[in-house]
């Protein structure tokens, strides 16, 4: 709660930021992108997941994060 952001949007925003580094390091230095299908996947299936379970558990224990 150090911010206005929710988790989940802030978890999105440092993924996308990531992936686009990444992209952009490949680019410009003509390496191979391996930033793929699975990668995108994971991405919004983690974040969404971490996020659910996080709202879980401060449901059942009580506990504000």
Known sequence: QM????F???RYLVDVFSLIISVGISMV????????????ISMFLLSLSINLAKD???KNN???S
Not at 3 to 6: A, E, N, V
Not at 29 to 40: A, F, Q, S
């Open 3 to 6: 911010t206005k952001i929710s």
């Open 8 to 10: 989940m949007k802030l």
């Open 29 to 40: 230095g003509d390496l191979p992108i391996y930033v793929r299908e699975g990668t995108i």
């Open 56 to 58: 879980y558990a401060e």
């Open 62 to 64: 009580g506990v504000k």
